[in-house]
């Protein structure tokens, strides 16, 4: 249970440095992407088969994931861990976020995600607003993220730059 414990903590230290750090760059970067960037995640058919589908009464990422850093994500109704879940989009695949009040420097600061279709239990997402005092930041933002190949880049400058895999557990 010890191991346990200290995963946790390790996690939401890490998840609290790297929010550090994005809302950091985030201030300095240029919200301009590749050549043909696709706007908070408005996708073209991209021929892959869409095994799951999304409703739109129902927060399409609800589920235990495994992500690309070998941590696991837990997305209920209500919340993206510990993040509530404020608004959300299925059909245009994108939700807004608050943090929770105990995260120290992003203490109820909102953010936006955007994710790429589900394929066989697998999606990406990307955090294309990150720590935005008011939800009508994020709720009006016009940052872009290019998610036409999403293990090479397309988030943002300034936010991590690569997309995070999610695989259903």
């Not at 440095?17 to 073209?44: I, R």
């Not at 495994?66 to 941590?71: A, I, W």
């Not at 997305?75 to 299925?90: R, S």
Request: hydrophobic share 35%; charged share 30%.
């Amino acid at each position: 249970m010890k191991v346990w414990k200290l995963l946790a903590t390790l996690r939401s230290l890490l998840l609290v440095l790297l929010a550090v750090a994005l809302v950091g760059g985030t201030a300095c970067g240029d919200e301009e992407t590749n050549d043909d960037p696709v706007e908070n995640n408005q996708q073209t058919d991209t021929g892959q088969n869409e095994e799951e589908e999304e409703t739109k009464d129902e927060f399409a990422l609800v589920g235990i994931w495994g992500t690309t850093y070998s941590l696991t994500e837990t997305i209920t109704e209500t919340h993206w861990d510990k993040a509530k879940i404020v608004e959300f989009d299925n059909a245009e695949r994108w939700v807004i976020t608050q943090n929770a009040a105990d995260e120290d420097l992003i203490a109820n600061k909102f953010n936006k995600i955007v994710w790429t279709p589900l394929n066989r239990g697998v999606t990406y997402y990307c955090m294309v607003e990150i720590g935005r005092n008011l939800l009508e930041q994020v709720k009006d933002s016009k940052v872009k993220a290019d998610s036409s190949e999403p293990e090479k880049g397309g988030c943002p400058e300034g936010t991590s730059q690569t997309w995070t895999k999610l695989t259903k557990l």
